[in-house]
Every structure is written in C-alpha cells, then in structure tokens.
C-alpha cells in the first residue's frame, strides 16, 4: 500500500461526525487530472450503455463498475480515502459493491410522482433478516464525486443525519418531504463516505450539468458481494493488499470466517506500520 495514506486517517472530529450523524465529507480527495481521467471513462461508458438501455435522459445506474476501465482502479486503495475505511471498519475488509450513477439534467416541464425522495437503507436483505435496533453497520460506502454538486437541485445525495440509528423512517407530514432532509452540497474531487445504514437517496437533477458520481462499497471479508465482481483480470498487478480487497482468499471459504494472515495481509501491513496505534480486534 502506499505509505501516503497514513497521512489521512481519521480524524476524532470525523469519527464523532460518522458515528452521530452516519456521513463525512473529505474534499479534495481526488486531484483535478484525476477527475478528468475519470470523467473521461465514465462518459465513454455512458456513451456506450445509455442507447443500447434506451434510456434517454433517465440516470444510468451501472453496477460492477470497477473493472470496467483501468482508470477505476486506483480508487480501490486511494490513500486519501483508504485508511479512513480501516479505521472505521477495521482491517478484515473488502470491496463489495462499486457502481457508478450518471444523473443528466431533467427534460424541461419536467413534475415528480411525489415530493419525496427515493428514501432507503443499503444492502437489501439485511434491513430484513437482521433483528437488532439498530441493525449493524457491516458496510460503508465512498462517493467520489466527478461534477460539482455545489448547489442543491444537481442531482445531489441527499441523507437524513442521524438516521442511521434507527431501522425505520418515519415521516411527520404524508404531504411532505422529510423535514430533516439534507442536500449534500460538494465539489467535483471531493469524496463522501455514509454508513450504510443511513436514510438517503438520490436527488432530482433539475440543473443544466450532469451528476457524475463513482460509488465503492466496503464491507467485511464474510458478505457477500453485491456485484459479480468481474475483476480476475486485475489481479495479476495488483499487490497483496489490493487482492485482499478484491476477495482473495488463500485458505478458501474458512478464509473469509476465521481468516489467518496469509488471508489478511492489510493486518500485517496495517499493524507494522503503525504498532499499539493500530487498533486492531
């Protein structure tokens, strides 16, 4: 891994943040020819996706984003991001879930269904299956975002800070938007990290930009991913820590239970580095 990411873990402001309020915002994660290399690919993919879908100017939602384009690639250990993962969520984790959203401006005249938001809970069956309130965390994702979403009505993530902490949403008004409903306002580069377990949901883009944003899904080794993960063909250039991510495991299914080193080599690397700071369980 590169060393530089020892240099942006978290801070106790933003651990305090996460835990209360279940989001974060790390600006400037990504530098400015980055994001261009990376629009760059993801417009060549929405060029390539959106007639065969038909889908107009409706979003482009693509999962299994990751290895799609070489350029995705160094998201997955970018190290103004990556070690804010660790210290949340600890060293036996994975990448589980990428996807990208391609929001266009809405065609003129456009009028919503309703005056609520898409409101949800990340990873599906889990809201169902577990019986805890809260349910656990289990996972965290990462926004990067690639347009300026600097202003509301672009499209924007939207939560409800706090929400996190309980496992229903209940509105005060049927006539209305939730009243502590929140745009998340950031710049194109900047990263926005939410426990999944938070209430959020995609905005309307009544704007003249497109929202561009790339989505990675971290969880522990035990989930299952939520995409196919279509990525044997990065692995030979990747290092250990980075196939780690990617879900190998040398000692097979019993690997991603009762995980020995050989399974984890973030633990070993994450622990050198940084001895009795390491909190490691």
Not at 32 to 44: E, G, I, N, T
Not at 157 to 165: N, Q
Not at 207 to 232: C, E, H, N, Q
Request: aromatic share 10%; glycine share 8%.
């Amino acid at each position: 891994m590169d060393e530089a990411c020892l240099e942006h873990r978290l801070t106790e402001v933003e651990r305090r943040q996460f835990d209360q309020e279940g989001y974060l915002i790390v600006k400037n994660a990504l530098p400015a020819d980055y994001v261009a290399q990376l629009v760059s690919a993801v417009d060549r993919i929405d060029a390539q996706l959106r007639p065969k879908l038909g889908l107009g100017t409706k979003p482009l939602n693509r999962l299994d984003v990751i290895g799609m384009d070489d350029a995705f690639l160094p998201l997955l250990d970018w190290p103004r991001t990556i070690a804010r993962v660790i210290d949340i969520l600890g060293w036996h984790i994975q990448l589980y879930h990428s996807h990208m959203i391609i929001s266009p401006p809405l065609p003129e005249g456009y009028e919503p269904r309703s005056v609520r938001l898409g409101w949800h809970q990340d990873s599906g069956r889990l809201n169902i299956d577990l019986e805890s309130n809260p349910r656990p965390r289990i996972s965290l994702k990462v926004g990067f975002f690639l347009s300026a979403v600097s202003e509301p009505d672009r499209g924007n993530f939207h939560v409800i800070p706090g929400s996190h902490l309980d496992n229903e949403l209940n509105f005060p008004n049927a006539e209305r938007e939730h009243p502590a409903a929140l745009s998340v306002c950031v710049d194109a580069g900047d990263a926005v990290f939410f426990d999944r377990r938070i209430w959020h949901a995609g905005g309307r883009n009544y704007s003249a930009i497109t929202r561009k944003v790339i989505f990675l899904g971290y969880s522990y080794r035990w989930l299952r991913p939520r995409d196919d993960m279509t990525v044997a063909h990065l692995l030979d250039r990747c290092d250990p820590v980075q196939q780690q991510l990617f879900g190998v495991s040398p000692n097979g299914g019993f690997g991603y239970t009762s995980p020995t080193d050989e399974d984890v080599p973030l633990k070993t690397w994450w622990t050198q580095k940084l001895g009795a700071d390491a909190v490691v369980p």
